[in-house]
Each structure stands twice: as structure tokens, then as C-alpha cells.
């Protein structure tokens, strides 16, 4: 898995992954799908790459157009040229999201396709692409490969060196330019879930009402609405078209039409300091994960795994003291001069300024509570002397 330290966008993301391809394999071809599409027709998908795959090596860069049924303008367009082999064309041009009177006229017209961001090519062609259109960003990705470091299924590309690429997307940097791009038309049942708007359209909404319900929910009079629940009960009574997800850091509330907008609220976190915007709930670590259950003033409660034969760093805190209680699996504990062993039921208490280690010598995952109390609680108050996954 490929980590990067900072978000560029997916030129410099896809050129880091072509790195690595190259590692493995000279001749390999990627295919760069985004996580948030729905495939409804996962043969009919198939078919399409299938398609693409030969032209791919052959040193075309790929990309499918989805078939449109509707004059959307929530999408970019493809608009294709020449045909190149059966079911595959050549790009002609790529066009920006219409306003709603042109994307009727691309529908009546034909020959237009949304741009799905689905690509296929040979990853050393796209590299030699890059390093034509975008030479600046090829040579920041390449300093944060050579600067990269692994732990465990983990590859960290170079924090400094990737901060400093330029934020590009591939329709930019290379398929705008490139003159070997090509377009497979493809029907597969394709949305891009983008909002929660669009979870409410796809979803398994309900004949009577309209809504989408998930979890622990109870809704009355309540049409047309998208309601999630991740955990505590949610109860909704005359609402119209509204979205409702609740998970354990943050309730979201919006209208369905105006759900885009949330980009401004997390905009407002950010420039507010807020950690909701940057920091999940569960943060996962080379040596397992923890999950923040409770946090005032001086004190902080989590609910640590460590997975089998995995150890923390070496460490001491200068403003917090910590207490460790237990709850599955045998924890081995370095405490200053001590070492000794924990198991279910049975806790311990790490003075401030103390050195400590934890490391799970079983074969199943250690689960514990930790207390953190003090007068400063942030992650930064970590110095470590020894560290397995090379972390300063």
C-alpha cells in the first residue's frame, strides 16, 4: 500500500504507483479506477478493459467514457474522434462540465461520453508522458520515491520531496496533451458516489417513502431522505429530502440538494483547528490501530489493538502519565528498569516521564484501555529512543 504524505491530486499519486509497478514488472499496465464509483455490471466493466488492454500496451493511454442516459451536468465530457479498433476511438477532446442547455446538445448529438476518470495504460508510457507535459511534477514524485521507506505492507513516499510536487490531476497534466489517448465507450451501471446525494439515488430506497435507511433509525413522516447510522439511535419526524449521517465523532445534517456544500463546513474545521477535519476516530499504525472512545479537560480514554508479534516504539511523554487496563490477549510491558507480562483483567500505570514499551507476544490481537491524564494530550508529546517501523 502506498502512502502519501500529502494530497497532489492523482498525477502525482498514479506516477508514485507507476514506480512501483516498474519494480515488479517493465512491461506492467495500470488501471487507476477511483475508490468512490459504483459498477453495477461488473462483466459488462470487465468487457470494457478487456478492450482497452491491448491498445493499453500498445502504447495508447486508455480512458472509458460512460454512455450517458441524461444530459448531466454534474459531469466532464469526452468527446470521440476517429475509431480506432472496435469499441475503442480516439479522443477528440475533453470538455468541461455544461450548463444543462449544452449537455441536452451533447445527448442529441452523439459522440459525447462522461468522463468516468477510469484509465488503462503501460505505467512506463505514462511516466514518458509525464516527463513530456510535466516534467516538474515526474521529478518531485521521483525524489519522493527514492526518498520512500517501508514498514510492514506499507510504502511511505518521502514526506519533504512530495510536499513540495505541484497538485494535478491526469486529465491535466497528461490526457489533455498526450496524442495517443484513447476512449472506451462502456455501459456498466456507473455512478460516482461523490455525495451523499448520490448514495440516496442508488441505494435501496423504500416504494412508500423514498428514503434510504441504515442502522438504527426511526423515521416518521419522513420522505425522500438519506438516514445513516453508525451507532446511536437516530430519529427523524417530518423531514423532506434530507440527509442524516451519524457517526461517532460528528452528526451531519443537510438538505439533499445543498449536501455539496459540506465542503465548507469542513473548510471552517480546518481553518478552526479542529481535529474532526484532518483525524478519524480509528487511526490505524504499523502495529495495529486505536480508537478515541472518550477525551475533557486532562484526560483522554482510547481502545488500542496491537496485532500479534507487533510492538509501540521505545517511548516517553513529557505531559502525560497513562494507565493500561487488559481487556483480550497477553501484553508484554518495558516500564523503566521493569519488564513483565499482562493479561486479560489485569492493568498497569505508566508515570509521566517514564520510558515504556507495549508488544503483543501472542497470536491474537491485544486489546487494551488506555487513560491518559495530564495537562497536554496531543500526539506530538511522544519522544522515541527505539522504533521498529523506523519512525522519528
Request: hydrophobic share 45%.
Amino acid at each position: 500500500m502506498l502512502l502519501e504524505p500529502a494530497a497532489r491530486n492523482t498525477a502525482p499519486a498514479v506516477a508514485a504507483a507507476a514506480m512501483w509497478a516498474l519494480e515488479q514488472d517493465p512491461e506492467a499496465v495500470l488501471l487507476v479506477a477511483p475508490s468512490d464509483h459504483l459498477v453495477r455490471d461488473v462483466s459488462a466493466f470487465h468487457d470494457a478493459v478487456s478492450r482497452g488492454m491491448d491498445h493499453a500496451r500498445s502504447g495508447y493511454l486508455v480512458t472509458f467514457g460512460i454512455i450517458p442516459d441524461a444530459p448531466e451536468t454534474g459531469y466532464g465530457y469526452i468527446r470521440s474522434g476517429a475509431a480506432i479498433a472496435d469499441g475503442v476511438q480516439a479522443v477528440d477532446a475533453f470538455v468541461e462540465k455544461p450548463d444543462a442547455q449544452t449537455a441536452a446538445r451533447y445527448l442529441a448529438e452523439g459522440g459525447y461520453h462522461w468522463n468516468s476518470g477510469i484509465f488503462l495504460f503501460a505505467a512506463q508510457r505514462y511516466l514518458d508522458e509525464l516527463a513530456a507535459y510535466r516534467p516538474d511534477i515526474l521529478e518531485a514524485v521521483t525524489a519522493a520515491w527514492a526518498g520512500r521507506q517501508e514498514d510492514l505492507d506499507f510504502i511511505r513516499l518521502d514526506e519533504a520531496a512530495f510536499a513540495a510536487c505541484p497538485a494535478e490531476s491526469i486529465d491535466y497534466a497528461v490526457m489533455e496533451h498526450t496524442r495517443d489517448a484513447a476512449v472506451v465507450p462502456m455501459d456498466c451501471g456507473w455512478s460516482d458516489l461523490g455525495s451523499w446525494g448520490t448514495l440516496h439515488a442508488v441505494g435501496e430506497r423504500s416504494e412508500e417513502t423514498d428514503n434510504v435507511l441504515i442502522g438504527d433509525v426511526v423515521a416518521e413522516d419522513t420522505q425522500g431522505s438519506y438516514i445513516r447510522s453508525e451507532g446511536r439511535l437516530v430519529a427523524a419526524v417530518g423531514l423532506r429530502d434530507a440527509v442524516i449521517v451519524e457517526t461517532a465523532d460528528a452528526v451531519l445534517v443537510a438538505d439533499r440538494e445543498r449536501v455539496q456544500d459540506v465542503k465548507r463546513i469542513v473548510a471552517r474545521l480546518e481553518a478552526e483547528g479542529r481535529d474532526e477535519a484532518t483525524v478519524h476516530r480509528r487511526v490505524n499504525r504499523p502495529w495495529g490501530a486505536y480508537e478515541g472512545i472518550a477525551s475533557a479537560e486532562r484526560f483522554q480514554v482510547k481502545r488500542i489493538t496491537v496485532n500479534p508479534g507487533q510492538q509501540l516504539s521505545l517511548q516517553m511523554h513529557h505531559h502525560r502519565a497513562e494507565h493500561w487496563i487488559v481487556v483480550k490477549g497477553t501484553a508484554r510491558v518495558w516500564r523503566g528498569e521493569e519488564s513483565f507480562l499482562l493479561t486479560e483483567d489485569q492493568s498497569t500505570y505508566v508515570p509521566l516521564g517514564t520510558a515504556h514499551r507495549l508488544e503483543n507476544p501472542g497470536v491474537i490481537p491485544l486489546e487494551l484501555i488506555e487513560v491518559q491524564t495530564g495537562s497536554y494530550l496531543g500526539e506530538d508529546d511522544i519522544v522515541r529512543f527505539e522504533d521498529a517501523y523506523a519512525r522519528e
